[in-house]
């Protein structure tokens, strides 16, 4: 008798907890309902509805969702949005509607792939985008198109072979108006197939202050005019790369600034550069 009522109550908690999950397929639980709404790791494979209208951070981390068919205009005051650790393939199933107050974007630890054209039209005010740890080889010349607020993009642990200038260069179309350029920090770490950074690269990114390029395997190359017109660049960390030399223009100022005798530049950099900065770069041609 009592192994049958055990079996019975066993079913009625797997039946309770079945409908729990299906609930959540489609509504956001109580316990989330505030101006954060923590719905992280439920098993979500859709996004919540009903999500309350004073909502300022959603944070979808740690589930199932493949794609986004429902906008979220109606949040208004939303300012950052969570969706690291799902199963997102491409950035075309994601339909966010038109936030502009959205300031911070976290896609790691997605399955991306293509960064295509317009990768996110309607974020005009974006300040963070985390699009690290994908599978990202491809990215269209015109991907951040309209981003021209972006203070932080981070684009580690991918499967880009070369950086692209022309990726940066939507962000000064507007020529002397460089107040609107606002990206720091960009990270470029452990992309096992990252082979060069080419000439002009980064260039005239009057606010760039941190550039972090370590931990890539294959990078060999870095074009004597890779970083141009960086006025404000204070650290460049390249260790642990396949960097055999690097051309004078990229390194000269640090060496006058420690006083350092044109020996071994490869060792001096790879193991000074982390602990000091760059303050010569605006002298560069």
């Not at 038109?98 to 896609?107: E, G």
């Not at 960064?115 to 010349?141: A, D, K, R």
């Not at 981070?154 to 179309?173: A, E, P, V």
């Not at 990270?187 to 260039?203: E, H, R, T, W, Y």
Request: net charge negative.
């Amino acid at each position: 008798m009592k192994e049958v009522i055990f079996v019975i109550i066993c079913f009625l908690a797997k039946i309770s907890f079945i409908g729990l999950a299906l609930s959540f397929e489609h509504h956001c639980p109580t316990l989330c309902r505030s101006t954060t709404v923590d719905c992280n790791d439920l098993g979500l494979s859709l996004l919540p509805d009903g999500l309350p209208l004073e909502t300022q951070v959603l944070l979808l981390q740690t589930n199932n969702i493949v794609k986004l068919e429902n906008t979220l205009d109606y949040l208004e005051n939303i300012t950052e949005i969570d969706l690291s650790q799902n199963n997102i393939t491409s950035l075309d199933e994601v339909h966010l509607g038109s936030l502009p107050q959205l300031l911070s974007f976290h896609l790691e630890e997605n399955m991306i792939q293509v960064l295509g054209g317009n990768c996110v039209p309607t974020l005009p005010n974006l300040q963070e985008f985390y699009i690290n740890h994908n599978f990202i080889f491809s990215i269209n010349s015109e991907a951040f198109l309209g981003l021209e607020r972006l203070v932080r993009l981070h684009l580690n642990s991918n499967r880009l072979t070369t950086i692209n200038g022309q990726w940066f260069r939507h962000l000064i179309q507007r020529g002397d108006f460089v107040n609107m350029v606002h990206l720091k920090e960009l990270g470029i770490n452990s992309m096992p197939q990252l082979v060069s950074i080419d000439s002009f690269a980064l260039s005239n990114l009057p606010e760039l202050t941190k550039i972090e390029a370590t931990n890539n395997p294959k990078l060999s190359y870095i074009h004597p005019k890779a970083f141009n017109k960086l006025p404000k660049l204070e650290t460049l960390m390249l260790n642990s790369n396949a960097l055999s030399a690097l051309h004078r223009s990229n390194i000269e100022c640090y060496c006058f600034a420690c006083n350092v005798p044109q020996c071994d530049i490869k060792l001096i950099y790879m193991h000074l550069l982390k602990y000091r900065c760059f303050y010569c770069f605006n002298k560069i041609p």
